[in-house]
């Protein structure tokens, strides 16, 4: 499996490419603003990418997805409740306007949970995880989680933002689809460092319980 992380834009979101090494497929995650560094990290890595999947959709994450739709000519996968989140990208475009014109990419392929997205001869399974969002998923290819903005090393989302629900949701999202896989899987946030299930059960202030949740 091939995973290559590709950080930019001004809240520095991580954007992933997983491929396939017996195909030669990939899959493109969370493009943002940093559309020339993933462009040109696509065309390095000799990867055909067949779909794109967003883990929600906060402007830092689906900025690029249009302009990713057009060259490579391929399909647009998201979870149907985060399609209210989409529908005011212009609102949030208008709030940064660092993000220049962004335009609301149409989604091709509704992803729901248990869904297993192709990958070459790997999948991805979907795993929704409300709570930043209402339509957040994680995505789970082998050992390895993609986990947007739901869980990063040493915290979780904010709840706070379009689509944002409650804290108790997302730390029950967490606790419910994330902690109950092994240790030893890796979790590739959407900011930030990479972690694994391990280090953040037993050290995330958010599910350890040290932090109070209202
Ligand atoms: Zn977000
Ligand atoms: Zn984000």
Redesign the pocket.
């Known amino acids: 499996m091939i995973l290559k992380c590709i950080p930019g834009g001004i809240?520095l979101?991580n954007c992933y490419i997983i491929g396939d090494e017996e195909t030669n497929e990939g899959i493109l995650i969370d493009p943002g603003e940093q559309m020339d560094e993933i462009l040109a990290e696509i065309k390095n890595s000799g990867l055909k990418i067949t779909k794109i999947v967003n883990t929600?959709t906060?402007i830092?994450?689906v900025a690029g997805v249009q302009q990713a739709k057009e060259e490579l000519g391929v399909k647009f996968y998201l979870h149907p409740e985060d399609e209210p989140v989409l529908q005011v990208l212009p609102e949030a475009a208008a709030r940064f306007p660092q993000f220049g014109n962004v335009r609301v990419p149409e989604i091709d392929v509704y992803i729901e949970e248990g869904d297993e997205i192709e990958i070459g001869s790997l999948k991805a399974k979907v795993l929704h995880t409300p709570g930043h969002s209402w339509g957040s998923v994680c995505l789970l290819i082998d050992d390895h989680v993609i986990s947007?903005?739901t869980l990063f090393a040493g915290s979780v989302?904010r709840v706070d933002l379009t689509g944002g629900t409650s804290m108790r949701e997302l730390v029950g999202s967490i606790k419910s689809k994330l902690m109950t896989l092994p240790d030893s899987y890796n979790v590739y946030p959407?900011?930030g460092p990479f972690t694994t299930i391990g280090i953040e059960r037993r050290s995330n202030p958010f599910i350890t319980g040290d932090m109070d949740i209202l």
């Open positions: 809240f979101t929600h906060h830092d994450h947007g903005d989302g959407g900011h």
